[in-house]
């Protein structure tokens, strides 16, 4: 109970991040770039100031947390790119396929069999995008993007479960892949940026980026990154699909998004979640048969 508590925490500030990016005027590669440049110093300095230790992993593992970081860098494009391009529902629909895409990453990874159940969820998965795709045409590029963001995200959960069950600290790790992902934003950044200038912020954009960073960036990455010790990435990535509930309820408070999206949108993002309420049934008879 405690472990799935934490879980629907981490969910609801990821949640929060969908409604944050919504507010700050900045195109999505300055975005990123700014929340993960912070978010990677502030992780850095806790772990010399306040632990007083090494921010130096080793050369191998540097490298890994910097590449892992280059993929997050990209799904995050992806990620606020998609609400920029649609809206906060849409992307958030688009991004709960993460479930499908993972039962197919996860054991290509870890060198496992693919769990015929988990396949069929994920089709349940797809079938809810096609309702969404189906009925919102007009917001087919943002629910395109936001797809290419949910398979990026199916694929740097696997890889930090394998190196922070190995002995990798939570919060090192942010640090390092927060600098990858800061670079891959800058360095797309002359093709995404739409001319607008790093600092061009407005009202309170600065407020905003800061919440982002360090609440739902280094605490929020660095507890995800804790929480895939004691469970599967699938596993986890499918409890993610309760995040569009959090988000596109706040969506529909705060901006009124309810209004922008056809009724039989929600007939797909429930088909998308009974994937994730069927899920510890199956895992459950399955562990009961072996």
Known sequence: MKLYLQLHLLIFLLATTAVLGHLISLPAAGLVAWRTGIASLVAAAWVLAIRRQSIWPGRRRAAAFFGIGLIIGLHWLCFFGAIQLANISICLAGMATISFFTAFTEPLLEKRRVRPFEV???????????????????????????????????????????????????????????????????????????????????????????????????????????????????????????????????????????????????????????????????????????
Not at 181 to 188: D, G, N, S
Not at 192 to 198: A, I, S, T, Y
Not at 264 to 287: D, E, K, Q, V, W
Request: proline letters at 4%.
């Open 120 to 290: 069929l969820l994920g089709l349940l998965v797809v079938a809810g995008i096609a309702l969404v795709a189906g009925f919102e045409r007009g917001r087919l590029l943002g629910l395109g993007v936001a797809l290419i963001g949910a398979l990026l995200a199916a694929i740097f959960p696997v890889l930090n479960r394998r190196l922070v069950t190995t002995g990798g600290d939570p919060l090192m790790m942010v640090a390092w892949e927060m600098a990858g992902a800061c670079c891959a934003a800058l360095l797309l950044y002359p093709l995404l940026g739409g001319g607008v200038p790093l600092l061009a912020w407005q009202g309170l954009d600065w407020l905003w980026l800061l919440i982002l960073a360090l609440v739902c960036t280094v605490f929020a990455h660095g507890f995800h990154i804790h929480l895939l010790r004691r469970m599967s990435a699938y596993t986890a990535n499918l409890a993610m699909n309760f995040e569009p509930i959090y988000g596109i309820l706040s969506a529909a408070l705060l901006f009124g998004e309810h209004k922008q999206v056809h009724p039989l949108f929600y007939a797909g993002l429930a088909t998308i979640l009974a994937a994730n309420i069927l899920h510890p049934f199956c895992l459950r008879r399955l562990s009961k048969a072996l």
